[in-house]
């Protein structure tokens, strides 16, 4: 896995301009059951791939924290959400609770997320391959293919599955 972690910039970067027009024409023309192909892709890719093998976007960015995320994880931690704040994020150039730092403060040396059943939406939903309406977020998946192995098998699959 840690290969296929080091190759993937690269691939992702060689990939780039074919599937930055591969969205543009997506965009412009969504096929009907796009939700459905997304999910069925995403399901497939993630039965072959293991996120305990890997851990690349916890260790190379962080999730943005909502509001809801940090009363949550801070009640976990029983703190109150300000400490919370104080302790584990600081705010980025967009105004977001971000981490202080990558890799992960959460995250184990055996790949698992400590905060797992409370972690932030972000991460429950990273790398945003089954979320309906998947070419509205053609930019952002442009830029997660770079982080995730499995973002970007999507994506190749996708490209080859829809004929636009
Ligand atoms: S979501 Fe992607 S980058 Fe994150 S651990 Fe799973 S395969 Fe790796
Ligand atoms: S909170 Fe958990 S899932 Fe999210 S980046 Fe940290 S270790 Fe990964």
Same mark, same amino acid.
């Given at each position: 896995m840690q290969n296929i972690i080091n190759n993937l910039p690269k691939l992702a970067k060689d990939k780039h301009n074919e599937s930055k027009k591969f969205f543009e024409k997506l965009k412009n023309k969504p096929p009907k059951n796009l939700d459905y192909v997304m999910e069925e892709l995403h399901e497939a890719e993630f039965k072959k791939t293991d996120c305990l093998q890997c851990a690349n976007c916890c260790k190379t960015t962080g999730p943005l924290f909502t509001d809801k995320d940090i009363e949550r994880i801070a009640k976990h931690f029983k703190l109150k959400p300000q400490q919370f704040i104080n302790q584990y994020l600081r705010i980025d150039e967009d105004k977001d609770y971000v981490?202080? %730092?990558?890799?992960?403060?959460?995250? %184990?040396?055996?790949?698992?997320?400590?905060i797992y059943d409370v972690r932030p939406k972000a991460c429950q939903e990273f790398?945003?391959?089954?979320?309906?309406?998947?070419?509205?977020?053609s930019n952002l998946t442009l830029k997660n293919v770079a982080i995730c192995p499995a973002a970007f098998n999507i994506v190749e699959e996708i490209k080859r599955r829809i004929k636009l």
């Open positions: 981490l202080q %730092g990558v890799p992960c403060t959460f995250l %184990g040396a055996d790949n698992y997320c400590s790398p945003h391959t089954d979320r309906k309406k998947f070419q509205q977020i």
